[in-house]
C-alpha cells in the first residue's frame, strides 16, 4: 500500500492546536459570561454562538471568503496591516477554524460552569479573593473535566472540518492542504488507496476521542456547587 504524503496530517496537526489553544483563550470568558448572566441578550450570543452547529460548512465558509476577500473591509485592512491575505492562505484557515470550532469550546465550559453555581466564587469572595483569582484557583480546578471536553472536542472538530477550509483555504500544498482536503484529492484522482490510509486513519482518531471523553466523564465526576 502507497504511505500518503504526510504534510497534510502535520498541516492538520498545528492547525488544531493553534485553533484550540486560541480558543481556550476566547472562549472560556465567553463561556463564563454565559454561564452567570442574566441579560436578555444572552439568548442572542448563545444563538450565534452555535450557528457553525447548524449552519452548513460550505455556508460559512462562503460568507468567510466572502468577508475575508481583500475587497471587503476586514480582508483590505488585513493586507494593509500585514502585506497578506486572509483567503487561501495558513492565518486565515485559522480564524476559520476559531469560528467554526466556537461552539465546541463554549457549550461544554458554560453546561461545566453551570453545573458548579455560584457558591465556589461566593464562597472565595468571603476570603476575600479578587475575582480573576478566584476563577483561576477555583473554578478553573472545579472545572477541569469541562475544560478537558472542550479541548478533546475542539482539537477534534478541528482536525475533521472540510467544508470551510476548502472555501477559505482552498488547496496549496503546505499552507492550507489540510487532510481533509487531501483526502477528497485522493478521491478525485482515483487514489483510493491512499484517501483510505487517511480515512481509516481519521475514522480511528474520531473514535479513540469520543471513548477518551467518555471514559474520563465517568472516571472524574464533576464537583458540583449550589447555584443558590
Do not use: C
Not at 107 to 132: D, I, K, S, V, Y
Not at 133 to 158: C, E, K, N, S, Y
Amino acid at each position: 500500500m502507497t504511505i500518503p504524503d504526510l504534510g497534510p496530517l502535520w498541516l492538520t496537526l498545528h492547525l488544531a492546536t493553534l485553533t484550540t489553544f486560541i480558543l481556550l483563550i476566547v472562549g472560556t470568558p465567553i463561556a463564563w459570561w454565559l454561564s452567570v448572566t442574566r441579560w436578555r441578550i444572552k439568548a442572542v450570543v448563545e444563538a450565534v454562538t452555535a450557528l457553525p452547529l447548524v449552519l452548513p460548512p460550505t455556508v460559512l465558509g462562503f460568507y468567510m471568503l466572502v468577508f475575508f476577500s481583500p475587497n471587503s473591509t476586514i480582508g483590505g485592512l488585513w493586507v494593509d496591516m500585514t502585506g497578506t491575505q486572509l483567503t487561501f492562505s495558513f492565518v486565515g484557515l485559522v480564524v476559520a477554524s476559531v469560528i467554526y470550532s466556537l461552539p465546541f469550546t463554549v457549550q461544554p465550559l458554560q453546561a461545566t460552569f453551570e453545573t458548579l453555581g455560584r457558591a465556589p466564587m461566593e464562597a472565595a469572595a468571603t476570603l476575600r479573593a479578587a475575582p480573576f483569582d478566584a476563577f483561576l484557583t477555583v473554578i478553573v480546578p472545579l472545572a477541569a473535566r469541562g475544560f478537558l471536553t472542550a479541548v478533546v472536542l475542539t482539537f477534534a472538530h478541528t482536525i475533521g472540518e472540510f467544508g470551510v477550509v476548502l472555501m477559505v483555504g482552498g488547496n496549496i500544498p503546505g499552507e492550507t492542504k489540510v487532510i481533509s482536503i487531501a483526502i477528497y484529492e485522493h478521491v478525485e484522482t482515483i487514489r483510493y488507496a491512499e484517501a483510505h490510509v487517511l480515512a481509516a486513519g481519521l475514522l480511528a482518531f474520531s473514535f479513540m476521542v469520543l471513548l477518551f471523553v467518555y471514559v474520563m466523564n465517568r472516571r472524574f465526576p464533576l464537583h458540583v456547587g449550589s447555584g443558590a
